[in-house]
C-alpha cells in the first residue's frame, strides 16, 4: 500500500512565500518522478514542476523564476518552493509520484511501476 500526502497549503498574501511538501510512505522500492499539479478554480489541471530520480527539473513557464522543486530521497519526500506568489497561483496543488513497488510472482520478485496522486493541498493567494 502506497500512500502520497501534500501538506503546506494555507493563505497568503500577493508576494509571500509558501513550502509544500509531499511525502510517499508505504513498501515503496523507488520513486522515479515526482510532478507538481495545480488546478485553479473553474481551470483544468495543469503540471507546474517535476523532478526525477537523478534530480533533473523541469519547471513550467507559468511559474518559472518564482517556483522551484526539490527532494529530500531518504524521507521520500518532495518539496515546492513557491516564492513572490500571485493571486493567480490562487489553486489545489497536487503532488503525483512515480513509484516502483515490489510485486511477489511465483518464481521470485518484480518490479512494477504506478503513478499515485495526493488529495491535495489548497493555497489561497489573497490581493
Known amino acids: 500500500q502506497v500512500q502520497v500526502v501534500e501538506a503546506g497549503g494555507g493563505l497568503v498574501q500577493s508576494g509571500g512565500s509558501l513550502r509544500l511538501s509531499c511525502v510517499a510512505s508505504?513498501?515503496?522500492?523507488?520513486?522515479?518522478?515526482v510532478e507538481w499539479y495545480r488546478q485553479g478554480p473553474g481551470n483544468q489541471r495543469e503540471l507546474v514542476a517535476s523532478i526525477d530520480e537523478s534530480g533533473f527539473t523541469n519547471i513550467e513557464d507559468s511559474v518559472k523564476g518564482r517556483f522551484s522543486i526539490s527532494r529530500d530521497k531518504p524521507l521520500n519526500t518532495a518539496y515546492l518552493q513557491m516564492n513572490h506568489l500571485k493571486p493567480s497561483d490562487t489553486a489545489v496543488y497536487y503532488c503525483r509520484s512515480r513509484i516502483q513497488i515490489r510485486v511477489r510472482q511465483n518464481w521470485g520478485w518484480s518490479v512494477e511501476s504506478s503513478h499515485y496522486w495526493g488529495q491535495g493541498t489548497q493555497v489561497i493567494v489573497s490581493s
Open positions: 508505504g513498501d515503496i522500492f523507488k520513486i522515479l518522478e
